[in-house]
């Protein structure tokens, strides 16, 4: 059974950089085709994808924040962390840790996600 | 940047069939995902590669791409599918969200 956690600071303040960490059970992120990456969804808004991190240590992540974004892996801990640069109000969300898989044809899915944690901006 | 368009509300009597649209340029030219989303709750993949559903998600739930257009259906919709419902895909090794779509059934 795959699951993900996410875990950190409930709040930060504008300008901080924020940390987050997906810890995961279930598989390996060094399993060919297996990816994780994080959604977050601001209060009553849409999902939005910041990045995606696959087994091979290549790296995606969304052309608006990628300035912003790094997402690095520690395979032997089963653990993804995510940090956000220079965070400001409109950051507000709750952010998602998902477990992505790529068949034989066609895109990566996201198939199972974390239970979310919520992150507030403000100071 | 990608858009994808969905209706902000769709309303569906019991049992009877809804329809979710998602459109966006050259889609059949993707394949789209589908998430469930109940209040409180993390997205639930329904619908993948199109029409493709996951381990232990109802066989009244089945997707569909047209061209311009992807579908998402659910038959015989039921109390427990009220839901926002998210489109996505890939464009340009980036993702794609649609900005959601609320089932109400009633």
């Known amino acids: 059974q795959i699951t993900l956690k996410e875990s950190g600071p409930t709040l930060v303040k504008p300008t901080q950089t924020l940390t987050l960490t997906c810890t995961f059970s279930g598989f390996s992120l060094s399993t060919s085709g297996v990816g994780v990456g994080w959604v977050r969804q601001p209060p009553g808004k849409a999902l939005e994808w910041l990045t995606l991190?696959?087994?091979?240590?290549?790296?995606r992540n969304s052309p608006s924040l990628k300035s912003r974004l790094t997402i690095t892996k520690d395979t032997s801990k089963n653990q993804v962390v995510l940090t956000m640069t220079n965070m400001d109000p409109v950051d507000t969300a709750t952010y998602y840790c998902v477990h992505s898989i790529l068949y034989s044809y066609g895109p990566d899915v996201f198939d199972i996600w974390g239970q979310g944690t919520k992150v507030t901006v403000s100071s | 940047s990608y858009e994808l368009t969905q209706p902000p509300s769709v309303s569906v009597s019991p049992g009877q069939t809804a329809s979710i649209t998602c459109s966006g340029y050259e889609l059949g030219e993707k394949y789209a995902c589908w998430f469930q989303q109940k209040p409180g709750q993390s997205p639930v993949l329904v619908i993948y590669q199109d029409s493709k559903r996951p381990s232990g998600i109802p066989e009244r739930f089945s997707g569909s791409n047209s061209g311009k257009t992807v579908t998402l259906t659910i038959s015989g919709t039921q109390a427990m599918d009220e839901a926002d419902y998210y489109c996505q895909v890939w464009d340009n090794s980036a993702v794609v969200f649609g900005g959601g779509t609320k089932l109400t059934v009633l």
């Open positions: 991190m696959y087994w091979d240590n290549y790296k």
